[in-house]
């Protein structure tokens, strides 16, 4: 116990620099960028001593690293400053959004794994049989679909022609539908193949062969010895893809104006309105820090080889 | 005469692969009585795991039993379905592998794996724990409440396999297969295993059938041989006779290749050449291109099995002749 607190502390101090570093970079590709969101937002008409007046209320006439480190500063406060673009409170807007992203987020993984771990594991024995062959090819044709073409097809199938589900927007669990399943449907392949591979290798297991040689049957062999120990790696990816997933959804959020951070991040890209992509990010290398660190300690739970150090 | 635990008479495995039908096993007959330790000898590749597996019928794609019979308790195994045959499993026949380190589940405890078995058989679970704890001491394991609670690794590789042993003899089977028990553990641990197995089978009055390349295995534990050669069995006999007077040529040119301390000689033995591709069919005896003793018919057709004398089998041209001297 007194190993796995250790670890858990050194991985989070370790978690700390990692966003350190990814802010660092975030900001100086912002600043890389040509212009600032003043010039991005300021009418052609609006004179220079009055644009510069802008600049100087918002902080923009200090040199960068000046700018970061204020912004830094205040985020160890809690407070992650003001949009330029909405003239809004980023911790307000994110606080906003980021529960209609991990339900996002959260249906996608479930569809995900609820239908890649059976299909995965029906595969895997049935070898070589029809079935595998035609989910190995099915899966593989989804992986190539880039979501917001799948996405479009989706809406203009069951929006447009049949008419049953909602175009575009949150309005209750019906609209939930099609974004979830355009964020999951090509991410299926993954998990899909991963079960699969992990089944056929944990049955080439010699321990399966005792398990059918003690006179255990054929279902509880394959539930109790070879998913049991397949599941392993696939569990972990599961927290290890949460974050890779919310990247995911940027897309699938703007291709259905779906009220989450995806979409604010993708506002705060275009208008250069860096408090927001910051804090976005910010958010986002958190979430995937803190998913790391739960998918070592759930190994280490599921497979009592693993000690955490 | 006395009773046949088991009866393998005629089995043949093949496996299909891409460069041709390799046939593993060729039509190979044994028995092997109550309470006796019948031992397959054979070098790697010769077929005595797989004809192992083929009596537990776990084979695996692309092998596939193609013919034979395997008569265990009346009845023959190779017809029963496969909920059938799982009730054979563990209940009737036991059977222990070659690497006792990837032979546990690592994620389960001793406990867990050494009740499994039992709880198939409804049994209650404080009794199956119980049994187990008692089949631990068996098998001379130390501070077994412990032992039962922890998991395969961290215990020895030794003590894996007294597991692996308590678990396949805690439902008390007639037959115990054992393929290869001790190849990878060290030789001081070896002894001890054997000599576990010794004592228990006594114990328990399983019959053995043990598979191993080590004669001195064989010497200390087996009651009767089976010497394994590119898939054929080509002699049996009980031990003192192999040792004494072997009369297929592989296997008098295997005792020669075994290391003594009496014969004073720099040199060990060897047998010439390699064993043939087992994917080629070929007419004759597969031993032909190694035997010193070949002749022009031994390369033309199959010699067949014949009792050379009571209890003394062995399939060799030589036999028929009475010309095996050297």
């Known amino acids: 116990m007194n190993d796995t607190l250790r ?5 989070l101090l370790m978690g700390v620099l990692v966003v350190f570093f990814v802010t660092v970079l975030v900001f100086c590709i912002m600043q890389a960028m040509p212009g600032d969101p003043i010039d991005l937002m300021v009418d052609t008409r609006v004179s220079a001593e009055k644009v510069a007046e802008i600049k100087a209320q918002w902080g923009l006439d200090q040199p960068p690293v000046v700018q970061y480190f204020y912004w ?30 991990l339900m996002l987020t959260g249906a996608a993984l479930m569809i995900e794994y609820l239908v890649s771990i059976p299909l995965g594991l029906w595969a895997a024995v049935r070898k070589g049989k029809a079935v595998d062959k035609t989910l190995t090819v099915t899966t593989v044709v989804l992986w190539s679909m880039p979501p917001f073409w799948l996405g479009v097809l989706f809406m203009l199938v069951f929006s447009i022609n049949l008419k049953i589900l909602p175009l575009s927007g949150y309005s209750g669990f019906p609209s939930l539908i099609l974004p979830a399943v355009t964020l999951a449907l090509p991410m299926l392949a993954q998990i899909y193949r991963l079960t699969r591979s992990e089944v056929l290798d944990v049955m080439d297991e010699k321990y399966v062969t005792t398990a059918y040689a003690k006179g255990v049957g054929d279902k509880k062999v394959l539930l109790k010895h070879v998913l049991r120990n397949a599941m392993i790696p696939v569990t972990v990816m599961f927290f290890l893809s949460l974050p890779w997933l919310i990247g995911g959804a940027v897309v ?58 | 005469m006395e009773e046949k635990v088991l009866d393998v008479k005629n089995l043949s495995i093949d496996f299909h692969t891409s460069r041709g039908c390799v046939k593993a096993v060729d039509r190979v007959s044994f028995d092997v009585k109550r309470g006796e ?96 704890r008692d089949m631990l001491r068996d098998v001379k394991i130390s501070d077994v409440e412990q032992r039962m609670k922890s998991f395969p690794h961290e215990i020895s ?62 010497a200390d534990i087996a009651d009767r041989v089976g010497v394994m050669y590119a898939g054929n069995l080509i002699e049996t006999a009980d031990v003192m006779t192999i040792f ?33 591709n087992l994917a080629e069919e070929r007419p004759g005896c597969n031993f032909a291109d ?12 199959k010699p067949e099995w014949k009792e050379c004398e009571p209890g003394h089998f062995c399939a060799c041209f030589l036999e028929e002749g009475g010309t095996a001297r050297e």
Request: net charge positive.
């Open chain 1, 7 to 11: 670890f858990i502390a050194k991985r």
């Open chain 1, 72 to 101: 830094l500063g205040n985020i160890l406060h809690g407070d992650f400053g003001m949009s330029i673009s909405i003239k809004q409170n980023v911790t307000d807007l994110i606080l906003q959004r980021l529960p209609y992203t």
């Open chain 1, 252 to 309: 699938v959020e703007n291709v259905f104006a779906w009220p989450g951070m995806g979409q604010l991040l993708w506002k705060g890209i275009a208008k250069q309105d860096f408090p927001i992509v910051q804090g976005i990010i910010f958010v986002i290398t958190i979430l995937t820090v803190v998913c790391n660190i739960i998918g070592d300690i759930v190994a280490g739970i599921l497979d009592p080889r693993i000690r955490l150090e």
């Open chain 2, 37 to 132: 330790v019948f031992a397959l000898v054979g070098e790697s590749g010769c077929g005595k795991s797989t004809t192992a597996m083929g009596i537990m019928q776990l084979i695996r794609s692309p092998g596939i039993i193609s013919g034979g019979e395997v008569v265990f308790g009346g009845r023959d195994l190779l017809k029963l379905s496969r909920e059938e045959m799982t009730g054979v499993r563990g209940r009737d026949i036991g059977m222990i592998f070659q690497n006792p380190l990837d032979s546990l589940n690592p994620v389960y405890t001793i406990g867990a794996q050494m009740t499994e078995g039992l709880l198939v058989e409804k049994m209650d679970k404080k009794q199956a724990w119980q049994v187990a």
């Open chain 2, 157 to 218: 590789g030794g003590m894996r396999q007294r597991v692996m042993i308590g678990m396949m003899l805690c439902r008390n089977p007639k037959l115990l297969i054992a393929d290869e028990p001790t190849t990878a553990l060290d030789v001081t641990i070896q002894a001890g295993i054997i000599e576990l197995m010794n004592e228990l089978r006594r114990k328990f009055n399983s019959a053995v059938l043990i598979i191993t390349h080590d004669f001195g295995i064989v």
């Open chain 2, 244 to 276: 004494d007077r072997p009369r297929h040529p592989y296997t008098r040119l295997l005792m020669k290749a075994l290391p003594t301390i009496t014969k004073d000689e720099g040199r060990l033995e060897t047998i010439k050449g390699t064993v043939p």
């Open chain 2, 290 to 301: 190694r035997c010193p003793y070949a002749m022009q018919k031994c390369r033309e057709q």
